[in-house]
C-alpha cells in the first residue's frame, strides 16, 4: 500500500492539513483543537483501514487472475459482494470463461483437421502405390493388350482418386487458415454419398 505514490502524497497532505487545523483551531481554543485533532485522526485512521481493505480486495484480485493464468476457472460464489472490485472479478471470469471455450473449440478443429489431414495423406499412399505395381506391369512387352488398357484405365481412375485427395487436402489447408467462406445451399445426399464411395 505505501508503495503507491498517490497514497503516501494524500498522507503527506493529510498530516500537513491535520496539523495545520490543530494548531489554528489551538488558537482559538484548546477543546475545538483537540475535538479536530481527534476528528481528524479518525478520519485518517478510516482512510487507511478502507484502503488496506481495498488493497487486500485488489491482491484477492490479482491471485484469482494468477489462478486463471495457470488454467483454474473456478469463480468463489460466496464473493459476489456488490461493489465494483466484485463486479470486476464477475466481469473477468466471463471473458476468461468465453476464452476457455473459444480455445476449446480451437483445439477440437486443430485435432479434426489433424486427423483429416492425416487420413488423406494414409489415403494418398493406397493409390500411389498400386499406380507404382501398374506402371511396372505395363513394362512388361509381353502384357495382352487388354490387360495394359485395364492397367491404363485403373492408372487413370487412381490418378482422378489423387486429385480429389489432393484438393480435399487443399480445402482443408484453407480452412485452416482461415481463408474459405461458407455458403449454405442444398446437397442431394444420396450423390454426395455416391461420390464419396468413388473416391
Sequence with gaps: MLRNKEIKIYILISILVTAIGTIACFFIDIIA??????????????????????????????????????GEYFLDIRDNNEGELSILKSEIYKVTVTLREQAELLKKDKLFLADSISDISHQLKTPITSMFVMADLLYDENLPQDKRLEFTENIRSQLERLQWLVSSLLKLSKIDAGTIEFEKEDVNVKELISKAVEH
Excluded at 33 to 49: E, Q, V
Excluded at 52 to 64: C, G
Design 33 to 70: 483543537g483537540f475535538i479536530t485533532f481527534s476528528t481528524l485522526i479518525l478520519m485518517f485512521i478510516a482512510f487507511l483501514l478502507l484502503t488496506k481493505w481495498r488493497y487486500n480486495q485488489i491482491e484477492e484480485l490479482s491471485q484469482y487472475l494468477k489462478r486463471i493464468a495457470n
